[in-house]
């Protein structure tokens, strides 16, 4: 890893001696000889250890993707195969002679001990954040000392591409969880040196407690679960709170829908501050790390600034799995250079970006880190529905989901897919709950929504169904859950 004062205005020329540099060093002495499972996928493939050597190389390697990672009935113990773990075999076996003479020469002037305390440091896991996916069977990913290390320094770097400053104070609203969200903002908070509560979010203070802790600490910056904050805002206006000096609103965990930085901003406006800047990051469990856009003068994204010495990010086809010029559309595969604990290599992140990966120096901080597009979808997200007994229709909910987001006379809303009358033999039903904005038009929102939705997503609900806020806030379970129910399938249990 370089340093962040350095690694920020690298030239691309640069930038890819190093990523090179790092990428060699890390296969042929950690992730070969000390992960079990890319020990055993190289040795499969017959791919030597020394033949990675450029980042072009990596397309040599079979991808990994988030099944290899689950636990099955004849492999229960399937995540452990991706934790990092040495012996003094395996190192006698594998780490170049100069490596050894280090630390050999470690032993001799401070111990043994010392030298058995150091590398416990760096391999042994100590703490563990889990996956989130709305549907998926959680897995575990371990970290040891060093990956903490890892955490703090981009929690670091994420605060400062976010423009945090010294003497500013943040409140934390995301849940508190062994989410990596959480963490990465508690590390970040804790390494920049800046005064952050963290109220544990909904879940955990109750929006009462939340707008307490917004009124005594006056935050200058907020963070937290995109539909959370929304919802605290918008219960903020509702008691006539003033909320005032806050000058970022930082969104993470959950994909931002532009429409909904815009809205938003409007409401922090009604609440006192009105020169905030909505700002999104993007991270996930699997790189135990998160990356930030920074703030530009007309809200625009700025794409996420990624760290090219911690990790190399390429574009793939996701349907047959060619690498893409850094700018194409196509689904995000990541390979981290510094990890220790459990370390997935060439990890399809299931991610879809429309726009790519930017190489330019960015144009508002100046910064040459590759940034990845905002505009980010998951995979997961497109599912099949037969709305006729014909054939079946792909949709992508995460699209749909943005028209209705984006939308400013909607206040909350929720997708439902569902069996026509209950009945598994029937066909499927796409419904759309609303509730609206005070003072809009439901005809007049219907009726665009619905051109929207068949535009967008060629495809018509079957019915837009408009309801009190309350009432939506409950099906979205908004208090009770880690992240609301913004899709619902109700398909296979009915
Ligand atoms: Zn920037």
């Given amino acids: 890893m370089a340093s962040w004062k350095d690694v920020q205005f690298l030239d691309a020329k640069e930038q890819k001696a190093l990523q090179n540099r790092l990428l060699q060093r890390f296969v042929e002495r950690q992730l070969y000889p000390f992960s079990p499972w890319y020990k055993?996928?190289?040795?499969?493939h017959s791919i030597r250890p020394g033949h990675i050597r450029r980042v072009e190389d990596l397309a040599d390697v079979p991808f990994t993707s988030k099944n290899d990672l689950l636990a099955t009935p004849e492999d229960p113990d399937r995540p452990?195969?991706?934790?990092?773990?040495?012996?003094?075999?395996?190192?006698?076996?594998?780490?170049?002679?100069l490596q050894k003479v280090q630390l050999l020469a470690q032993r001799t002037l401070f111990g043994k001990e010392?030298?058995?305390?150091?590398?416990?440091?760096?391999?042994?896991?100590?703490?563990?954040?889990?996956?989130?996916g709305r549907s998926a069977v959680p897995v575990p990913f371990f970290y040891s000392g060093h990956d903490l290390d890892n955490l703090t320094e981009s929690g670091l770097r994420l605060t400062d591409t976010l423009a945090f400053r010294e003497d500013d104070r943040g409140l934390n609203l995301f849940p508190y969880a062994p989410h990596l969200a959480f963490w990465q903002v508690a590390m970040g908070g804790i390494a920049a040196g800046t005064l952050v509560m963290h109220t544990g979010g909904g879940k955990v203070a109750g929006t009462e407690g939340n707008l307490r802790a917004l009124e005594r600490i006056k935050p200058h910056i907020i963070l937290g679960v995109p539909g959370y904050l929304y919802h605290l805002m918008r219960e903020a206006l509702k008691r006539d709170l003033r909320i005032e000096g806050v000058r970022e609103v930082v969104f993470g965990a959950d994909s931002v829908p532009p429409g909904l930085k815009q809205k938003a901003h409007m409401l922090m406006e009604k609440l006192g501050s009105p020169n905030v800047s909505v700002l999104g990051t993007y991270g996930f469990t699997e790189a135990r790390m998160a990356w930030g856009e920074c703030p530009t003068p007309d809200g625009s994204s700025s794409g996420y600034h990624v760290f090219p010495d911690m990790g190399i990010f390429e574009v793939i086809n996701p349907d047959t799995g060619e690498v893409l010029p850094h700018e194409a559309d196509g689904e995000l595969v990541y390979t981290p250079l510094t990890g220790r604990g459990t370390t997935v290599f060439r990890y399809r992140t299931g991610d879809l970006v429309e726009g790519g990966i930017n190489h330019e120096p960015c144009p508002y901080?100046?910064?040459?880190?590759?940034?990845?597009?905002?505009?980010?979808?998951?995979?997961?997200?497109?599912?099949?529905?037969?709305?006729?007994?014909?054939k079946g229709t792909l949709i992508n909910l995460e699209e749909l989901g943005r028209v209705l987001a984006d939308d400013l006379e909607i206040e909350e809303w929720q997708v439902e897919l569902r069996k026509?009358?209950?009945?598994?033999?029937?066909?499927?039903?796409?419904?759309?709950?609303?509730?609206?904005?005070?003072?809009a038009d439901q005809a007049g929102v219907e009726a665009r929504i619905r051109e929207r939705i068949k535009s967008h997503c060629e495809i018509s609900p079957n019915l837009v169904r408009f309801l009190e806020i309350e009432q939506l806030l409950d099906k979205l379970g908004m208090e009770r859950e880690m992240k609301e129910k913004r899709f619902v399938d109700a398909r296979k249990s009915s």
């Fill in 420 to 439: 026509k009358d209950n009945d598994p033999h029937e066909v499927d039903e796409l419904v759309v709950n609303i509730a609206l904005k005070a003072g």
């Fill in 80 to 97: 452990r195969r991706f934790v990092l773990h040495p012996s003094p075999e395996l190192i006698r076996a594998h780490w170049p002679a």
């Fill in 40 to 44: 055993a996928l190289f040795d499969k």
């Fill in 114 to 132: 010392r030298v058995r305390k150091d590398l416990r440091r760096e391999y042994y896991p100590i703490f563990v954040t889990f996956t989130t």
């Fill in 365 to 390: 901080c100046g910064r040459t880190l590759p940034r990845i597009s905002s505009r980010l979808s998951r995979v997961s997200s497109v599912h099949t529905i037969n709305l006729k007994k014909v």
